[in-house]
Nanobody, 128 residues
Framework: QVQLVESGGGLVQAGGSLRLSCAAS????????MGWFRQAPGKAREWLAA????????YYADSVKGRFTISRDNAKNTVSLQMNSLKPEDTAVYYC?????????????????????WGQGTQVTVSS
């Protein structure tokens, strides 16, 4: 079992930055691939970024590539999402998710159903 808690959301003006954090507890965090998703009202959950268990590989959706950066600290059991150049369309609830590295391939990391554990989400609102 892995428990995930996101933090760092809030209200920011367009062009600003936020850093989201996800704290993990439970089983060995370093054996899990991690992902960030978001969901805006009335829309499907959207994959944003993923990072391998070691941190050696990262993947991004085209919509955030060059603006968002995913990272992890296995010593601190955390994964972060640095978000720069925020736009009003980035407004959503942001979620981190975990899937065991032995249960997922790279191709699967973009799919919400591939993940076993989810945080409760943190709201990000970008004003124009």
């Amino acid at each position: 079992q892995v428990q995930l808690v996101e933090s760092g959301g809030g209200l920011v003006q367009a062009g600003g930055s936020l850093r989201l954090s996800c704290a993990a507890s439970g089983r060995a965090f370093r054996t899990y691939n991690m992902g960030w998703f978001r969901q805006a009202p009335g829309k499907a959950r959207e994959w944003l970024a993923a990072i391998s268990w070691s941190g050696g590989s990262t993947y991004y959706a085209d919509s955030v590539k060059g603006r968002f950066t995913i990272s992890r600290d296995n010593a601190k059991n955390t994964v972060s999402l640095q978000m720069n150049s925020l736009k009003p369309e980035d407004t959503a609830v942001y979620y981190c998710a975990a899937v065991h590295s032995l249960s997922s391939s790279v191709a699967q990391l973009v799919r919400p159903l591939a993940y076993d554990y989810w945080g409760q989400g943190t709201q990000v609102t970008v004003s124009s």
